[in-house]
Nanobody, 125 residues
C-alpha cells in the first residue's frame, strides 16, 4: 500500500510561484520513483516532472522545463514541485504519483500505479 497526499496548491497570479508537496506513506520511500502530472478540465493527464529514487536524474515535460523543479527529501518521505513563472495555462489539478524505481525515469501515466488525490493550482491573468 502506498498513500500519497498533495498539498500546496492554490490561487496565484501569473508570474508567481508555488511549491507543491507530496507526502508519502510508504514502507521504503527511498525505493520509489516520484512524479508530478497535471490535468486541466477537458484535457488528458499530462506529464510534468519525474525524479528517480535518490535524486539527480530528473525529467520535465516541455511546458515545465525551465520553470519547474522537482526534488525530494527521502528523510521526510516527501517529494516537491517548485513552480516558478506560472502561467494561466498551468491551471490544473496537480497529481503526485509513485512507482517502484526500476532504474529509469518514467513519464507515462501508465507507468505509475500509485496516485494522490490531487491539488488544485489556479493561475490568474
Amino acid at each position: 500500500q502506498v498513500q500519497l497526499v498533495e498539498s500546496g496548491g492554490g490561487l496565484v497570479q501569473a508570474g508567481g510561484s508555488l511549491r507543491l508537496s507530496c507526502a508519502a506513506s510508504v514502507r521504503t520511500f527511498s525505493m520509489y520513483g516520484m512524479a508530478w502530472f497535471r490535468q486541466a478540465p477537458g484535457k488528458a493527464r499530462e506529464f510534468v516532472s519525474a525524479i528517480r529514487r535518490i535524486g539527480g536524474s530528473t525529467a520535465y515535460g516541455d511546458d515545465a522545463k525551465g520553470r519547474f523543479t522537482i526534488s525530494r527529501d527521502n528523510a521526510k518521505d516527501t517529494a516537491y514541485l517548485q513552480m516558478n513563472s506560472l502561467k494561466p495555462e498551468d491551471t490544473a489539478v496537480y497529481y503526485c504519483a509513485a512507482r517502484w524505481d526500476t532504474g529509469v525515469l518514467v513519464t507515462a501515466v501508465t507507468g505509475y500505479p500509485y496516485w494522490g488525490q490531487g491539488t488544485q493550482v489556479t493561475v490568474s491573468s
